[in-house]
C-alpha cells in the first residue's frame, strides 16, 4: 500500500514565548484528502511545516503509519515519502521545467542522459493530471503555470503523502477543479494520501473526505466532511458567536459615474522574458473612480504589462499617460500622480525579508518630509505610524519591529496594502491581491479596493479569479496573447461569457 497514514500527536511549536502551534492532534487516513482550515496566522503553515521536518516541534510527535517518527529535516520527511508544495514557489529561474523536475529529486547525476531522462519525463507528463511543456523556463510561466510546476515537482518523486500549502489560489476554476479532481483520484487509488491547507469552503466540501480547523494555534473542529456544513466550519475558524458576520461583504459599491481619465494606455509594446512578444499594440484606460478588471488565462501578458506598468519591465513602444502626463513609473512620478502598486507574491516583489515590519511599512516614505529632516530618518515616527497601521489593517505580527518575513501571508499582503493605501493612494495597479488569504482577509482587502474606488481612485486589477472580478469591477476586459479582445461592463459579464474570451475568442469586426 503506498498512500501512507500521518498523525500528529499533541504537537507544539512556540517561538519565543508565543505559541503558533498548541497541542494539535490529527489523524489524515491513508487514501484520504484532508483540508486544513484556518484564519490567516492561525498555524496552518506552521502545522505542516512541523510534520515536514522544516520547524522542530517544542513539544509532541509525528507518526507515520502507527509509528513514531523523528523528522529533523526536510531532507528526512523526503525518505519518509512526505512532499510538501509550498505556497512560495521554488522553481529555480533560468531552468527548464524539464531540468526543475529532474532538481527535484535533490540529487543530480553526474552524468544526465537526456535520453533516457526525457522519455521519463514525457512517460511522467502524460499521466501527470497536468501538462507544462517540458522546455519552457519558469520566468514564462504565470503564477497558475507554476502553481503547477510546484505540484508537478512533488508528484514526480512519488510521495506517499502530498501535503500542500494553497494549491489552487491562483488558478483559474476550471484549473483548480482539474487539479483537485486529479489528486483526489490519486489519494482514493491509494497512490498517496493528502493533507491540503485551503481557505475554499467550496473545495473542502467538493474535494476532502475530513477537515481539521485551527484557530489560534489550537485545533478547533476535526473530523469527516460529511458531517460540516460550510457555516460550521466557518464558526469552527472564527470561535462561536461570531459566525453570522463571515459572510457579510464590509463594503459597498458607491454609485457614481467615472470620473476622467487617469490612467491611458496607448499601442502598448512589451517583450516578454524570452523576447518574444508579451504585450501587443494594447490601448486600455482607467478613469477616476473605476476599478478596472483584466481577466484572463495566466500566461497572456498580464504579469508584463503591470510590470511594464510598474516601471519594472522595459516598453518596447507606445505610450503610458497619468493625468495626461507621461508616465515612466519613476519615483518622483509615482509620489506626485500618486500612483502605487500592490504586486503578487508581496513578499518577494514588495518587501524586504529580513527587515522589520515597521521598515517594509517605511520604504516609500523615510526619506520625505514628515519622516526625514535634515538629513535625519525620524524612525521613531515611522514606527508610531507603524504600529498605527498594524493596529489599522490588523496586522497580526509580534511587534512593529518583527522581520516582516515571520509573518503569515495574509498579514504580509496587509501591511503592503497599508504602504500602497497611505496618502490617498489615485492610481491602483493590483496583481492578484488576495492570493492566499482567507475569507476575513480577501473581505477585507476588497474593502479597502472598494473604498479607493469609491473616494475617486482609478483601479487596474488583474486577477485570474473571476468570481473577483465579478465581484469587484466595474468594466472587465479580456486579455488574450497580449492583446484585449473583450470589453465589457462588469453587470453585463457572465463567467460563460468571459470564459469563452479567455479561451481565445474574439470580438468579431474591429
Ligand atoms: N519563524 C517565526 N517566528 C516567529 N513567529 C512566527 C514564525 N513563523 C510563524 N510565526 C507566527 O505564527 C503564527 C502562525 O503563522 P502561520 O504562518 O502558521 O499561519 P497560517 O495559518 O499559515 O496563516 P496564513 O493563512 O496567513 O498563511 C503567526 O502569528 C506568525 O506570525
Given at each position: 500500500m503506498h498512500a501512507l497514514q500521518l498523525e500528529t500527536y499533541k504537537l507544539t511549536k512556540r517561538f519565543g514565548s508565543f505559541t503558533a502551534l498548541d497541542d494539535v492532534s490529527i489523524t489524515v487516513r491513508p487514501g484520504t484528502v484532508h483540508a486544513l482550515l484556518g484564519e490567516n496566522g492561525a498555524g496552518k503553515s506552521t502545522l505542516v511545516k512541523a510534520i515536514v521536518g522544516y520547524h522542530r516541534p517544542t513539544e509532541g510527535s509525528v507518526l507515520v503509519d502507527g509509528r513514531e517518527r523523528e523528522i529533523g529535516s526536510p531532507v528526512v520527511a523526503r525518505e519518509l515519502g512526505l512532499g510538501m508544495v509550498y505556497q512560495h514557489f521554488t522553481v529555480v529561474p533560468g531552468m527548464t521545467v524539464a531540468e526543475n523536475l529532474l532538481l527535484a529529486r535533490g540529487t543530480l547525476p553526474m552524468v544526465v542522459n537526456w535520453k533516457v531522462a526525457r522519455a521519463e519525463l514525457q512517460a511522467f507528463m502524460a499521466t501527470a493530471p497536468f501538462q507544462l511543456?517540458?522546455?519552457?523556463q519558469p520566468g514564462d510561466l504565470s503564477a497558475g503555470e507554476k502553481q503547477k510546476l510546484e505540484i508537478l515537482k512533488q508528484l514526480f518523486l512519488k510521495p506517499r503523502l502530498l501535503i500542500l500549502d494553497?494549491?489552487?489560489?491562483?488558478?483559474t476554476p476550471q484549473e483548480a477543479d482539474e487539479v483537485l479532481g486529479a489528486l483526489r483520484d490519486q489519494a482514493h487509488a491509494m497512490d498517496c494520501s493528502v493533507l491540503m491547507i485551503t481557505h475554499k469552503f467550496r473545495e473542502v466540501m467538493a474535494y476532502a473526505d475530513d477537515v481539521s480547523v485551527l484557530r489560534k494555534g489550537a485545533l478547533a473542529a476535526t473530523g469527516r466532511v460529511a458531517d460540516q456544513t460550510p457555516v460550521s466550519l466557518a464558526a469552527a475558524m472564527v470561535g462561536e458567536?461570531?459566525?453570522?458576520?463571515?459572510?457579510?461583504?464590509?463594503w459597498t459599491r458607491e454609485i457614481r459615474e467615472p470620473g476622467d481619465v487617469k490612467l491611458a494606455i496607448d499601442t502598448l509594446e512589451v517583450m516578454g522574458d524570452r523576447g518574444e512578444p508579451a504585450v501587443r499594440a494594447l490601448s486600455l484606460s482607467v478613469r477616476r473612480g473605476e476599478i478596472v478588471g483584466i481577466a484572463g488565462v495566466s500566461g497572456n501578458g498580464q504579469r508584463e504589462l503591470m510590470q511594464a506598468l510598474a516601471g519594472q519591465r522595459a516598453r518596447l513602444s507606445g505610450r503610458v499617460t497619468v493625468d495626461g502626463q507621461a508616465f515612466l513609473a519613476r519615483r518622483a512620478e509615482n509620489r506626485v500622480r500618486k500612483v502605487r502598486a500592490l504586486p503578487e507574491e508581496p513578499l518577494g516583489n514588495a518587501c524586504v525579508g529580513p527587515l522589520s515590519v515597521a521598515h517594509n511599512m517605511a520604504l516609500?516614505?523615510?526619506?520625505?518630509l514628515p519622516w526625514a529632516r535634515g538629513g535625519l530618518v525620524r524612525w521613531g515616527a515611522l514606527r508610531e505610524r507603524a504600529r498605527e497601521w498594524i493596529a489599522e489593517y490588523g496586522v497580526k505580527t509580534q511587534g512593529e519591529r518583527a522581520p516582516i518575513r515571520t509573518l503569515s501571508g495574509g498579514n504580509v499582503q496587509r501591511a503592503v496594502l497599508a504602504r500602497e493605501l497611505a496618502g490617498e493612494a489615485e492610481l491602483l495597479l493590483v496583481s492578484n491581491p488576495v492570493f492566499g488569504l482567507d475569507f476575513a482577509a480577501v473581505a477585507e482587502i476588497h474593502g479597502r479596493l472598494m473604498a479607493a474606488r469609491n473616494r475617486g481612485a482609478a483601479v487596474l486589477l488583474v486577477s485570474e479569479d473571476l468570481d473577483e472580478l465579478l465581484t469587484l469591477a466595474d468594466r472587465i476586459v479580456v486579455m488574450s496573447e497580449g492583446r484585449i479582445v473583450h470589453d465589457v461592463p462588469a453587470a453585463e459579464a457572465t463567467r460563460q461569457s468571459l470564459g469563452a474570451f479567455m479561451g481565445g475568442k474574439h470580438d468579431g469586426g474591429h
Open positions: 511543456p517540458l522546455d519552457a494553497e494549491p489552487t489560489s491562483v488558478l458567536g461570531a459566525s453570522g458576520v463571515v459572510t457579510q461583504p464590509k516609500r516614505s523615510f526619506d520625505e
